[in-house]
């Protein structure tokens, strides 16, 4: 184990370099997915309360029924999946803060390295999670 501090503090620089600018990459793909499933929501919503205007309206069809039900749903598993993503983005930008801290005053590589490592954990982890959300919304 020592060993492998030893070339985590050797490479240390190089190291916090690339795990700032994968943060970062993070970061910005989240907040864009964020933005544009936010809006897919949105005009979702919009949609929904067009063929609810139109049923209490008594022009009664079955495809606004369906075009509500699906809408509904569509909107529940986004929002969930937004969520999630929305937790990525306070994660990746919290952890971003703690790593600049810790690179620019503390330099300690054992909460460092630790702190890698977890963040590397968690991200799969997320990453797997919502694309299990992801595919319980296309089904």
Known sequence: ??????????????????????????????????????????????????????????KVCPYEYSEIKFGKKYIANSKKLNNHILRIILLSAIVFVIIEFDYLLVKNYYLSFILQLAHHLNMSLRSISILYIYQSILQ
């Open 1 to 58: 184990m020592n060993s492998i501090f030893k070339w985590y503090s050797e490479n240390y620089e190089k190291i916090v370099t690339q795990e700032i600018t994968i943060i970062l990459s993070i970061l910005g793909v989240t907040i864009t997915i964020f933005t544009v499933l936010h809006s897919f929501i949105i005009n979702k919503e919009i949609a929904v309360k067009s063929f609810e205007k139109i049923i209490k309206e008594s």
